[in-house]
């Protein structure tokens, strides 16, 4: 995969906050591909969690509780999820075609990237990406740490 300085990939584990978690995993799934790898909660009872995947992009869901809540639950957006994928534009019909509320049409940034954003039923923002260009973050206007004057106060 093309490395992409603006945007670099690391491992992260994020815990997403769903209502129904057994709902999510059935729209992850279809929407955007991601497969489960486990599930848990009170046998034949609620699904309180799970661990899912799409590539080496990794993810657990939780149910909410008090102390936690979706973004439909809170009434605004809470984050945004980046996914490094291989076929974006493929990635992007599919979601498409699932019904995914596509909220970022399909584009190459300033930065290097070919993405576009969607968002879940429950309101949790999610950027699909894949490095089209290798761009140094100098090259489209940021200032890389140690490179900024000193202010005096």
């Known amino acids: 995969m093309l490395k992409n300085r603006s945007v670099p990939t690391d491992i992260l584990l994020p815990h997403i906050t769903y209502q129904n978690v057994a709902e999510a995993l059935v729209w992850l799934a279809r929407a955007f591909g991601f497969t ?4 848990y909660g009170e046998p034949g009872g609620q699904v309180n969690g799970a661990q899912m995947h799409l590539g080496d992009a990794w993810i657990m869901l939780n ?17 945004s999820l ?15 075609s699932a019904g995914a509320k596509i909220v970022e049409d399909l584009h190459e940034t300033v930065y290097g990237e070919r993405q576009y954003g969607a968002e879940d039923p429950e309101g949790h923002r999610w950027l699909f990406s894949r490095h089209a260009r290798d761009v140094s973050p100098d090259e489209w206007g940021a200032t890389i740490a140690g490179s900024r004057p000193v202010l005096s106060s």
Do not use: I, L, M, N
């Open 36 to 39: 489960e790898h486990y599930r």
């Open 82 to 96: 980046t996914v490094f994928v291989d076929d974006v534009d493929a990635h992007f019909e599919r979601a498409k």
């Open 63 to 79: 149910s909410a509780r008090p102390g936690s809540a979706s973004p439909a639950q809170v009434g605004h957006q809470t984050q």
